[in-house]
């Protein structure tokens, strides 16, 4: 069974930084695509950042530019950083991964079998 566990989360001032990291468990998933969602404050689940196999990325255009994605499979991990944050950025952000045999990332969360608890990212103005 895979476990995945995101820490990293916290309180930072717009255009501040922070950087998540998501410690997949139970088995390797160097062969599987993986990605980062989040969750507002009354909003549905959206799509940050996906990461395939080979490490090719796809962002959300609310991201993309402040945000990069990054996996070190040597040690099951994935990261997100994530500069000039911006208090629309405030959210619960989720690790995901597909399941083995599933190489690319994905735009879309019921794409992904196992999911994080969630770390809190609050960006204040």
């Known amino acids: 069974q895979v476990q995945l566990v995101e820490s990293g989360g916290g309180l930072v001032q717009a255009g501040g930084s922070l950087r998540l990291s998501c410690v997949a468990s139970?088995?390797?998933?160097?062969?599987?695509?993986m990605g980062w969602f989040r969750q507002g404050p009354g909003k549905e689940r959206e799509f940050v950042a996906a990461?395939?196999?080979?490490?090719?990325?796809n962002y959300a255009d609310s991201v993309k530019g402040r945000f990069t994605i990054s996996r070190d499979n040597a040690k099951n991990t994935m990261y997100l950083q994530m500069d000039s944050l911006k208090p629309e950025d405030t959210a619960v952000y989720y690790c995901?991964?597909?399941?083995?045999?599933?190489?690319?990332?994905?735009?879309?969360?019921?794409?992904?079998?196992?999911w994080g608890q969630g770390t809190q990212v609050t960006v204040s103005s």
């Open positions: 995901s991964a597909r399941k083995s045999g599933e190489y690319r990332g994905s735009y879309y969360s019921n794409d992904y079998d196992y």
């Open positions: 139970g088995r390797t998933l160097r062969w599987n695509a």
């Open positions: 990461i395939s196999w080979d490490g090719s990325t």
